[in-house]
């Protein structure tokens, strides 16, 4: 037995050392970093919606509308659509970013601005989980992983990898910034958060609704937002993206905790149920995000 | 719990530790293997550890009463095993195939015409079940057959059917093998539990890093089929077949590893499959524990193949098509049966079904010659055919999935680098370890082994992140 403890305890100091070299040899090689530590992707432009949020956040310390959501929010509504109405707005959502993930990206933007409305935009396929590559997305693309914010975001998924890759990444990068430009991805980053779609038309396959549950992690997340939210004087509001096949989206209103928040259900919106808008069930292409984002910026204009 | 979470790195160490604590005293050993294991499995769902009690105190029961010493009847002996046949078979049947009898039913009268009401069913399916309620029942029959003096051990008998390593996806332990080894003092050997250790390490990569990786490749053609060429359809399979061998084999590997952490001998349930020379063989390295179940308990008491050739064949359909059902109550499975059962009948009738029963291809050789290169081939393909049906939502899906595939074969597949680097590092590893599927890892210099480990360990913390669930659980 005593043999068997030897033995483990040497391998654990062996798996140290090696980790210790991947460290070393991540540093001078992409090859090894992509393999052993996880590899940098342009997909959902976190990696330019981030730093662009800390710069602007430098003249625009009172906002009107903060964006938070998945990626039907981030390929559906441009803030640039809001400024017409006089609306100064930013779009901090990200691929797959569940309420979970959500608090830790809002905890990011109120430590920079003070918004007087935050948005949720609340696809249901990301609310039986929360959703762990939408944090992985904030650690591996993100030039302010260092922030304590997103340790914190990393180091709550217990996960030891993910933490260990949350000190990797925040060290290489305080060395090696990601460039702005990184391969991989087809999308248009215009601006403020917004990734226009590049897709064209394409055949709508029927969508089923999803009648999942809030997990655990979400809804006490929810719970956090609202707190976090009320103690910054910001108003909390919901919203239902379009989606092709659901109708009113009813479950809005059976979101708990939300008893009294302001509710816009993006289905209301004329052009919802118009197939050439998307180009999937749920992901408007550019000339729908457009048409919906002029339709939310007046909805928003409405006090 | 499932292997590959950080709960389960938390208690296999505390199990280890107590259970050789209490080296010598051999019944609170086999008390604490029961309670581990009720914990174990309660972790995923407590409510149904009654059924797993249910099982053990019938099949422990209906033991003692087959006991010749008793000198009950043929008769009466025939009515307790068909206690323990009702028992264990009623709860297999009601938990996984009630909903599926039922919503065929009703959709059988709506072909006629007459609508019913279609509120079917929906009954949760216990984890492990066909699992446990097989190993509980080849004790009853052994001990019916003579086999097996019966346990009067209720502690070590309970530990038999709850063994946690083996108790949610197998390997299928015959009592007759694990029975004595609960029934007698367990001694810690260093070398078994390093075997163990290495065997855990290489199961949690198959599974973690082989499996997890090829998965994503595999929904998106599965979920998405109409929107890929041919040749990336065709690579889905080919990623699906070495997902799914990855994540059931890697789950025998750690079943068999933590076993022998606690001085436990696991049959084998993997032995290099893909490297088949004809489905016949594959069927003796596929899933070993279920094929000699089925073999043992339904195709020889059928009569084998030492019946006339009609038979013959129906008992080759008889087993594959009911093996194929165990998998899960959708004809999809009874279709990937059927398939099998199609592809086997062939060697059968031409008497070479028996052509590989021994030994491995090269054997001795480092190098396959052409001939056995063709043969490993060919029988790839016809087992990755039959797996779209295993892999497709519904026979209609099937269908489309193969429709499909014939559409832009030619053209360039999509690639996944990552899932083509492991997959081919593991067929590579089982190419080299073909002769003994028990000792991985198994390299002569000592640096490159300790490489080996750290490099799979550290894929493996990698990919630990969001553990998924082992494809054999919802069996």
Redesign the interface.
């Known amino acids: 037995?005593l043999?068997?403890a030897l033995?483990?305890s040497v391998?654990c100091i062996?798996?140290t050392a090696?980790?210790a070299c991947?460290v070393i040899g991540a540093r001078h090689s992409d090859l090894i970093e992509y393999?052993?530590?996880?590899n940098s992707s342009a997909d959902g432009s976190t990696n330019l919606r981030i730093p662009e949020f800390v710069s602007w956040a430098e003249t625009h310390t009172h906002p009107d509308v903060i964006f938070l959501g998945s990626s039907t929010c981030y390929r559906g509504i441009d803030p640039a659509r809001f400024d017409a109405h006089g609306l100064s707005t930013y779009n901090l959502c990200s691929s797959s970013q569940s309420l979970a993930a959500s608090r830790y990206v809002l905890d990011f933007a109120l430590e920079r601005t003070a918004p007087k409305r935050v948005v949720i935009d609340l696809y249901k396929g990301v609310w039986n989980s929360p959703c762990?590559?939408s944090f992985?997305d904030h650690i591996l693309n993100n030039n302010f992983v260092s922030d304590p914010t997103f340790q914190h975001m990393a180091f709550s998924?217990?996960?030891?990898?993910?933490s260990m890759q949350a000190l990797y990444f925040s060290w290489k990068r305080s060395a090696v910034p990601l460039p702005p430009l990184l391969p991989g991805s087809a999308d248009n980053y215009v601006g403020r958060g917004f990734v226009s779609s590049t897709s064209g038309v394409k055949d709508i396959?029927p969508c089923e609704m999803n009648r999942s549950d809030l997990h655990r992690e979400n809804r006490d997340a929810f719970e956090y937002i609202a707190q976090a939210c009320a103690k910054s004087g910001a108003e909390l509001i919901l919203l239902a993206p379009p989606m092709t096949c659901e109708g009113p989206a009813p479950w809005l209103e059976n979101v708990k905790g939300s008893a009294g928040l302001r509710r816009i259900d993006g289905n209301d919106w004329p052009e919802s149920k118009t197939d050439t808008m998307y180009y999937d069930d749920h992901h408007l292409r550019a000339q729908g995000a457009q048409s919906y984002s002029d339709w939310l910026a007046s909805k928003l204009a409405q006090k | 719990m499932l292997f590959n979470s950080?709960e389960f790195a938390l208690f296999l160490p505390l199990v280890f530790g107590v259970y050789?604590l209490l080296n010598g005293r051999l019944r609170w050993q086999n008390a604490w293997i029961v309670l581990s294991s009720y914990v174990f499995y309660g972790w995923w769902s407590w409510e149904f550890l009654g059924l797993v009690a249910l099982s053990t105190l019938v099949d422990f029961g209906v033991g003692l009463r087959l006991n010749p010493e008793r000198g009950l009847s043929t008769r009466q002996r025939k009515a307790w095993l068909g206690v323990s046949l009702a028992v264990n078979i009623g709860l297999l049947g009601y938990f996984k195939y009630a909903g599926f009898f039922v919503q065929n039913w009703v959709d059988a009268w709506a072909g006629l015409g007459y609508e019913m009401d279609a509120s079917t069913l929906y009954i949760i399916l216990p984890v492990g079940i066909s699992f446990y309620t097989f190993q509980t029942l080849s004790y009853s029959i052994d001990v019916y057959r003579g086999k097996l003096t019966p346990s009067r051990d209720l502690v070590a008998f309970a530990a038999f059917v709850a063994f946690f390593p083996q108790l949610v996806a197998g390997p299928i332990e015959r009592a007759t093998r694990l029975l004595p080894q609960l029934s007698s003092a367990r001694k810690?050997k260093?070398e078994q539990?390093?075997d163990g250790?290495v065997l855990i390490l290489w199961g949690l990569f198959k599974k973690v890093v082989v499996a997890d990786t090829c998965a994503g490749y595999v929904t998106m053609c599965f979920t998405n089929t109409?929107a890929h060429d041919g040749s990336t359809l065709v690579l889905g399979v080919v990623f699906f077949a070495f997902q799914i061998y990855g994540d059931f084999s890697g789950y025998s590997d750690i079943a068999i590893g933590t076993a022998k952490l606690l001085g436990i001998e696991l049959m084998s349930n993997f032995k290099t499959p893909y490297f088949s020379r004809d489905i016949a063989e594959f069927w003796r390295r596929w899933h070993i524990s279920l094929s000699s179940w089925f073999r043992d308990y339904l195709y020889i008491p059928l009569g084998g193949s030492r019946v006339g050739r009609f038979k013959a064949v129906r008992n080759v359909f008889a087993i594959f098509l009911v093996s194929g059902f165990w998998h899960g109550a959708n004809w999809t499975f009874v279709a990937w049966g059927g398939v099998h059962a199609v592809l086997f009948v062939p060697l059968l009738l031409r008497g070479k079904n028996r052509k590989h029963s021994k030994g491995v291809v090269a054997q001795g050789r480092v190098l396959p010659g052409l001939g056995d290169v063709a043969a490993m081939g060919w029988t790839f393909i016809m087992v990755c055919a039959a797996w779209v049906f295993f892999r497709a939502d519904s026979l209609e899906g099937a269908v489309f999935y193969f429709e499909r595939m014939g559409n832009g074969l030619l053209t360039r597949p999509l690639i996944s680098r990552?899932a083509l680097l492991f997959c081919g590092i593991m067929l590579l590893h089982d190419w080299f370890h073909r002769h003994d599927e028990r000792m991985p890892l198994k390299i002569s210099s000592t640096p490159l082994r300790?490489?080996a480990?750290?490099?799979a360990?550290?894929?493996i913390?990698?990919g630990?992140?969001?553990p998924t669930d082992f494809i054999y659980f919802q069996f």
């Open positions: 037995m043999r068997l033995r483990f391998f062996a798996l090696f980790g991947t393999w052993l530590w996880g762990y590559p992985r998924t217990g996960d030891p990898f993910f396959q | 950080v050789w810690f260093y539990a390093r250790l109409g990552s300790w490489l480990y750290c490099l360990s550290w894929l913390l990698k630990l992140g969001t």
